[in-house]
């Protein structure tokens, strides 16, 4: 079956850039969606198809996905970006998910 | 604007059936190439997906769950529904109804708010 490895945690800095990556074998080759979670709240979709902005999603959210490995990064960190951050992708007729990311705004 | 709602049980004994339905407003659940899907968080872990169904009927199930899962649609009351049998401790969750667009690399844009199943006798 296919595996997405995330990093348990990511620090970063108030107003720095924070890179969460996602990797898989040959991910490059699919989409790659990603979800922020808040304690006590459901997913709410941020990037979709490596790279796309929901609307109402803030232009410092930005995606980009090659070879074996996916990134999400977040511009300018914000205390309000602190939470779970999942990749999703679709393989053999399976959503997967990856573990998760604890991002931490110091 | 699209809202799905989560309801069941939220306590089930061990060796049982968990039963839950999610009810969709806001729109048809029959309109437009969406999936609904079953995702599940157990406290302080990560999403596992369960299974989606179209409203042709058609699913998929995640095979690790495969033998013990059924998910429906009933169309005309905008709902669809999931059961999980034969139970233990390790299905306590969270658990999620959610939409997803497109057949494969669909993302989910609509989730309800969740509900808490704790399997306990």
């Not at chain 2, 039963?19 to 190439?33: A, D, N, Q, R």
């Not at chain 2, 969406?34 to 169904?53: C, D, F, H, T």
Request: aromatic letters at 10%; one cysteine or more; hydrophobic letters at 30%.
């Amino acid at each position: 079956s296919y595996e997405l490895t995330q990093p348990l945690s990511v620090s970063v800095a108030l107003g720095q850039t924070a890179r969460i990556t996602c990797g898989g074998n040959n991910i490059g080759s699919k989409n790659v969606h990603w979800y922020q979670q808040k304690p006590g709240q459901a997913p709410v979709l941020v990037i979709y198809r490596d790279s796309n902005r929901p609307s109402g999603i803030p232009e410092r959210f930005s995606g980009s996905n090659s070879g074996n490995t996916a990134t999400l990064t977040i511009s300018r960190a914000q205390a309000g970006d602190e939470a779970d951050y999942y990749c999703q992708v679709w393989d053999s007729s399976t959503e997967v998910f990856g573990g998760g990311t604890k991002l931490t705004v110091l | 604007q699209v809202q799905l709602q989560e309801s069941g049980p939220g306590l089930v004994k061990p060796s049982q059936t968990l039963s839950l339905t999610c009810t969709v407003s806001g729109g048809s659940i029959s309109s437009g190439s969406y999936y609904w899907s079953w995702i599940r968080q157990p406290a302080g872990k990560g999403l596992e997906w369960i299974g989606r169904i179209y409203t042709s009927g058609s699913t998929n199930y995640n095979p690790s769950l495969k033998s013990r899962v059924t998910i429906s649609v009933d169309t005309s009351k905008n709902q669809f529904s999931l059961k999980l049998s034969s139970v233990t401790a390790a299905d306590t969750a969270v658990y999620y109804c959610a939409r997803s667009t497109g057949y494969s690399s669909g993302w989910y844009d609509y989730w309800g708010q969740g509900t808490l199943v704790t399997v306990s006798s």
